[in-house]
């Protein structure tokens, strides 16, 4: 059984930095592409950052380029997302989410895509 638990959200002042972490179980997950969406009080669930398989390509949305960073640790089977001068406009549930759609350097940016999902955990940036 697949399971992606994540961790490291909480509530932190506007410019402040929190470090997501995902930690999968039951795939091989050095096959996966691993990514990061987010979902807003009200809106649509939206793509944050994917790292393909090796760590040889990422792909971040332009909302959060420059202050966020993906990483993994095959190792670990742990997949990160480091978030440096958070807004207030970045609250949301944080999901992590795994693909084996593509191949070694694919970074899929959508949902359906995305075969396997965590719970999510909540990040609030206050002002």
């Known amino acids: 059984q697949v399971q992606l638990v994540e961790s490291g959200g909480g509530l932190v002042q506007a410019g402040g930095s929190l470090r997501l972490s995902c930690a999968a179980s039951?795939?091989?997950?050095?096959?996966?592409?691993m990514a990061w969406f987010r979902q807003a009080p009200g809106k649509e669930r939206e793509f944050v950052a994917v790292i393909s398989w090796s760590s040889d390509t990422t792909n971040d949305a332009d909302s959060v380029k420059g202050r966020f960073t993906i990483a993994r640790d095959n190792a670990k089977n742990t997949v990160y997302l480091q978030m440096n001068s958070l807004k207030p406009e970045d609250t949301a549930v944080y999901y992590c989410a795994a693909s084996n759609s593509g191949g070694r350097y694919s970074v899929p940016r959508s949902e359906a895509l995305y075969n396997h999902w965590g719970q999510g955990t909540q990040v609030t940036v206050s002002s």
């Open positions: 039951g795939l091989t997950f050095s096959r996966y592409a």
